[in-house]
């Protein structure tokens, strides 16, 4: 077996592939009053059977409402949720086959750690040498076989969750709700038990929908990543798609860090395409460099946002010159932020840039790196050489 | 003389040493990050340097006078809380001015400094707001303002990045530089995440279990950490650690014999530990000298890296980061990891000190 | 359904079973005595004013002559007492109460618990020393000696709710403003106690109320020309008979300005009184 290879995921998924389906489903909070609050609009949502798919979004977005919505703490205002064939969302929580990891630890105080996770088998048929096992087994991923006797409120804030973690995943269930699952987290925990979480999902197949604001928890262990503000569904897609091509300026801007540096600019077509950032610099490029599709669709757009990451910014380079604001070196990359445009531009560089505040920089930014987006709709319209799917 | 002066400062709760034996100085115009993991030793430096709490043991000195008694209102510092601190019954304007009403009598030149420090702040149009009705990146920057308002000699700031948001918190962090630097102030900035020290410090002051394991630049401390516990605060993923024990220039590595090169070869014997930084291994499919083999278990493309989880064959997990890898993309198997001599660090496992290579 | 029905029904018992008392004695103040004690009790009548006439003019005639009444000075001797008892209670209180969210001093709990128990102890514990000790330092029937014994209701009232309170506001916010350069007098004033307003309004009213209604200390250590209203209702109790009207105009008027109060306060009374109970 080679080493490198493509993805994993096959990308089509046939119908009885999906496990969880959601087909416009709306929220609104105080729906008979003067004011009331649309936390989730017309989502529309499909989980094939193993696939983990990550809501990530600021707060208030309506990822939680939407994972509550599944969990069947919230109803439904319109539409319908299916799980696994059926449609679960008339159905009390107990009867959907759901398994729920919450933000708030949840733990029952009275019950040691050890009978808490063993709780959520109790209903199950299986022996009580079957019910340690997997007990031990689960504490030994989330590393809490020192604590498993210890009770609730005599354990730290991480370790409360990794124990709820564990309640949750110690079942067999259709589906699987983290909510915020290592928000409480010591970074260096975190990377550890992201990479052995993920093998547990693969490994049992387990079909799982976590939330959380953190983008490198959703990079780190989501096949796919629902991007979510103000209730709509942004963008859902691998985190390949939602780096290199997102569908809109929010999406854009939200995932990556540090942030995609994004510039108003005019345009200008012919044999050369320019973009002028206003108070700015002129990238020009040749026409030829952008496929067909995508020099349409500038083509038509006088106005247009542009956006490059930071990462694509190569210093040193290039026939725009800049004034370096600052230059962060964090140990394994530097950030510079250069005046362009009265604003900052960030780049990203894996070595050490030598260039102190106040001096002047080169910078290069191709084609192939340029995302362009439609100045009123904030839609993608291109991405480097390729047009956006419509 | 140095603007602020800690000496064998001291002060625990109950038994618990929260800080021991604390000495550090910092020149005028100084940035110096005060960075260690969770825990309340940070916030009660600052609180001593201020003057809200009392030392149990040794002294404070700022701007050359010693201070250690003085009340906190007489110590002429600027201070922002991670929790803002704002009066909640006082619009951003009064917050911001309280810290001049004390000494200053004159509406006018209050007016004029409030608004100067609002513009730079970027809080101008909120300054007639109550608390409540703020953001929390406007709450950040009140208390920011409130801090600076006084052109104080000395800036205290306690981890006021901690509350707000991902974006704000980066956008902060490209404009704050500039802004102390501006003022001119001695600043003594305490955060949780090290690109923030790394970013922010001139000097680096790394907090662990109430003493300061190192005292230094940036890139000392990185590259040069004093303990494997400073090596392991910094970085992200952490540092790969592996016990072992030298061997002539070599260090075994899952039953390889990996070579570390002359400048470890005093410390045959000794038991050690090997620090490999995740984005100085490199990985090859095939065998080479040098070279030890893993199994790659997980792989997680982040922003700019891949991360890779790693199992040696003696069950030890390993973290690799891969910068820029586009076009390539690597899969769970069996792989080899090899490095450069010069990047590794190697400890004493028995005082967690760094062993300098001898040249 | 059934649940909406029950529960307005459980409402208006409880309702009914709080207010009625305070309808039948409104209702009797605008009665003649003899309208009153009329059997079968009817619930039509003429009203009349004579019985707030008598006590606000102070004469009251009847069959057996002219009496005087001092209940418009036992009124103004209820407002005295409970308004300066409880300024006394807030300007040693308050301060008090700041001590002990602050600073942890040794046995400041135990303090503060003793102090708390002053509310549990029957008043009749106290009150036979009490009358030997005032009378010994002369004392007895001086508005000083009532308003310091009404401390007793007051302080630990003030204590406790407004404690709760300053303990509420974030030490952080007092040394923001003290580093901000501003002494310690002036945090408290400007910082603390705005902060803590609420509260201390709400045991300030509270204090109020209470002072208000306290019998047994006036009714054993102040003479005729001390006595608060409570008191005072005594003497409808005359020779010729009980002034049943009159005790209820009295009534009325005794309770009207603490509950308009209450009313007008009430939002603030629900928080300082729950605030003991529910603390984080």
């Given at each position: 077996?080679?080493?490198v290879e ?6 089509s998924?046939t ?6 389906s ?9 729906a008979?009053?003067?004011r009331?609050?649309h ?14 798919v ?11 409402s939407?994972?509550?919505m599944?969990?069947?703490f919230e ?12 449609r ?6 107990a ?9 708030g630890?949840s733990?029952?105080?009275p ?11 109790k209903?199950?048929?299986l ?12 504490a ?8 498993l ?7 730290s804030?991480?370790?409360q ?11 067999d ?5 983290l909510?915020?699952p290592?928000g409480?987290l010591e ?5 550890s ?6 093998n ?23 096949d ?5 503000e103000g209730g ?10 939602l780096?290199?091509?997102p569908a809109?300026l929010?999406?854009?801007t ?8 994004v510039?108003?600019?005019?345009v ?14 002129r990238?020009?490029y ?8 995508a ?5 038509k757009?006088?106005?247009a946002?542009?956006?490059?990451r930071p ?15 600052s230059?962060?070196?964090l ?7 250069l ?5 900052f ?7 050490e ?8 920089l ?6 192939s790196?340029v ?6 709709t ?13 | ?10 002060k ?11 000495s550090l ?10 960075f ?10 600052l609180r ?16 050359g ?5 003085a ?8 201070i922002a ?8 019954h006082?619009s951003?304007?009064?917050?911001i ?14 007016r004029?400094k ?15 707001q ?8 406007q ?9 600076l ?5 000395i800036?205290?700031l ?16 490209l ?7 501006a ?15 790394m ?21 000392e401390?990185?590259r040069r ?8 605060l910094f ?7 592996i ?7 070599s260090?075994?590595?899952?039953g390889v014999?990996?070579?570390?090169g002359p ?5 045959t014997?000794?038991?050690c530990?090997?620090g490999?930084?995740p ?9 080479k ?5 893993v199994?790659i278990?997980?792989?997680?493309p982040?922003?700019?890296k ?14 690799i980061?891969?910068a ?7 899969a ?28 | 359904?059934?649940?909406?029905i029950?529960?307005?029904a ?7 079973f709080f ?5 039948w ?16 009790p009817?619930p ?6 004579s ?11 009847s ?6 009444i001092?209940?418009m000075h036992?009124?103004?001797?209820s407002?005295?007492?409970s ?9 040693l209180?308050?301060?008090a109460?700041y ?23 029957p008043?009749?514990?106290?009150l ?9 330092i ?12 009404y ?6 009232l003030?204590?406790?709710?407004v404690?709760?309170?300053f ?11 003290r580093?901000?350069g501003?002494?310690w ?10 902060l ?13 109320i ?24 005594l ?14 105009a009295a009534?009325?008027?005794?309770i ?13 009374l629900?928080?300082?009184l729950?605030?003991?109970a529910v603390?984080?």
């Open positions: 077996m080679s080493l493509p993805l994993a995921r096959p990308a998924k119908m009885t592939d999906i496990a969880l959601l087909a416009g489903v709306d929220k609104i909070y105080l008979n009053t003067k009331p609050i936390a989730v609009r017309a989502l529309d949502l499909d989980v094939a059977r193993g696939e983990i990550a809501l990530l979004g600021s707060s208030g977005c309506g990822k939680t939407t994972l509550r599944i969990a069947g109803s439904v205002s319109n539409g319908a949720i299916n799980l696994a064939g059926r679960i969302d008339p159905l009390p929580p009867r959907r086959g759901v398994a729920m990891a919450f933000e630890y733990l029952y105080p019950l040691t750690v050890r009978d808490n996770i063993a709780f959520a088998l209903n199950t048929r022996s009580a040498r079957e019910v340690a096992a997997k007990v031990a087994e689960i030994a991923l989330v590393e809490i076989e020192p604590i006797d210890r009770y609730p409120t005599s354990i804030g991480g370790q969750q990794r124990a709820s973690l564990a309640r949750a995943l110690v079942r269930a259709d589906l699987y709700l909510d915020e290592m409480q970074p260096r925990l975190r990377a038990l992201r990479g052995r979480l993920k547990l999902i693969l490994e049992r197949k387990m079909t799982s929908i976590f939330v959380t604001h953190d983008q490198t928890e959703a990079n780190a262990l989501a796919r990543v629902a991007v979510m709509v569904l942004q963008q859902l897609a691998s985190q390949i798609e780096k290199e091509r809109n929010y999406v854009a939200f995932i990556g860090e540090p942030p995609m540096n510039f108003d600019a005019s200008e077509t012919g044999e050369t395409f320019t973009f002028t950032v206003k108070d700015g610099p990238l020009s040749r026409a030829t460099e952008f496929g067909e599709a020099r349409v669709g500038i083509a757009r006088p106005n946002v542009i956006g490059v990462h694509d910014v190569k210093l040193g380079v290039g026939d725009n010159e800049a004034r370096v604001v230059n962060q070196w140990g394994d990359q530097s950030h510079i932020a005046d362009v445009a009265g604003k531009m960030v780049a990203v560089s894996q070595t840039v030598a260039e102190r505040p106040g001096e002047r080169r910078y290069q930014i191709r084609s790196r995302h362009v987006f439609d100045a009123d904030t839609r993608a319209v291109s991405h480097g050489h390729e047009a956006a799917e419509v | 003389m140095a603007q602020i002066e800690l000496n064998r400062l001291s625990s709760f109950k038994k618990n040493h929260v800080i021991n034996d604390l100085s910092a020149e005028e115009g100084e940035i110096v990050c005060i260690g993991p969770s825990g309340v030793g940070k916030t009660v430096l001593l340097i201020a003057g809200v709490e009392e030392p149990d043991r040794g002294d404070i000195c700022l701007n006078r010693d201070v250690t008694e009340a906190p209102e007489t110590r002429g510092v600027g809380f991670q929790n803002f601190a704002l009066f909640p006082m951003a304007y009064d917050n001015g309280s810290a001049l009403t004390a000494r200053e009598r004159d509406k006018n030149v209050i004029i409030v608004e100067r420090v609002a513009k730079l702040l970027k809080i101008s149009h909120v300054l007639q109550a608390p409540r009705e703020l953001s929390n990146g709450k950040q920057r009140t208390a920011l303002a409130r801090a308002v006084a052109d104080p000699k800036l205290l306690d981890d006021p990045l901690r509350n707000v948001d991902a974006k704000l918190r980066y956008e902060m962090r404009e704050l530089p500039s802004l102390l630097k003022s001119g102030s001695t600043v003594l900035y305490v955060t949780q995440d090290y690109k923030e020290a970013a922010l410090g001139d000097r680096i002051a790394v907090l662990i279990d109430g003493g300061f394991a190192q005292i230094a630049a940036p890139s401390i990185y950490p004093a303990t494997l516990e400073v090596a392991r970085g992200d993923p952490t540092i790969n650690l016990p072992g024990r030298p061997d002539g220039g260090f075994a590595i899952a014999a990996v070579p570390l400048t470890y070869a005093s410390e014997g000794r038991a530990v090997l490999l930084r984005e100085s291994l490199k990985l090859s499919s095939q065998a000298p040098g070279a030890f083999p199994e278990i997980a792989v997680t982040l922003n700019e891949v991360v890779l989880l790693a199992h040696t064959p003696d069950g030890r997990e390993i973290f980061a891969e820029g890898v586009e076009d390539e993309r690597r769970p198997g069996p792989a080899f990891a090899h490095f450069d001599p010069a990047e590794a660090l190697l400890f004493d496992e028995a005082s967690g000190q760094r062993i300098e290579p001898a040249l | 359904m059934m649940e909406r029950l529960r307005g459980a409402i208006t018992l409880i309702l009914v207010l009625f008392p305070i309808f004695i409104v209702l009797m103040s605008f009665q003649t005595n003899e309208d009153i004690l009329r059997i079968p009817s039509f009548f003429t009203p009349t004013l019985n707030y006439t008598a006590l606000i003019t102070g004469k009251l005639v069959n057996a002559g002219t009496l005087d001092a209940f036992n009124l103004w001797n407002v005295l007492l308004t300066v008892s409880v300024a006394v209670a807030l300007v209180g308050v301060p109460a001590a002990f969210a602050r600073y942890k001093f040794p046995l400041s709990e135990d303090i503060a618990f003793t102090l708390l128990s002053f509310r549990f102890a008043p009749l514990l106290v036979l020393p009490l009358t030997l000790y005032f009378q010994e002369g004392l007895t029937d001086t508005y000083v000696g009532l308003v310091w014994v401390q007793l209701i007051a302080l630990p003030i204590l406790w709710i404690r709760g309170y303990e509420d506001i974030s030490p952080d916010i007092e040394s923001a403003y580093i901000a501003h002494s007098p002036a945090t408290f004033l400007k910082i603390a106690v705005p803590a307003g609420p509260g201390i309004a709400a045991a300030g009213l509270l204090a109020f209470f002072c208000w209604n306290n019998f047994v200390f006036a009714l054993i250590l102040a003479s005729a020309d001390k006595q608060p209203v409570t008191v005072g209702s003497a409808f109790v005359t020779a010729s008979g009980i002034q049943y009207g009159q005790i209820a009534i009325v008027l005794s009207t300005p603490v509950l308009a109060l209450a009313l007008y306060a009430q939002r603030y629900v928080e300082g729950s605030l003991g603390k984080g």
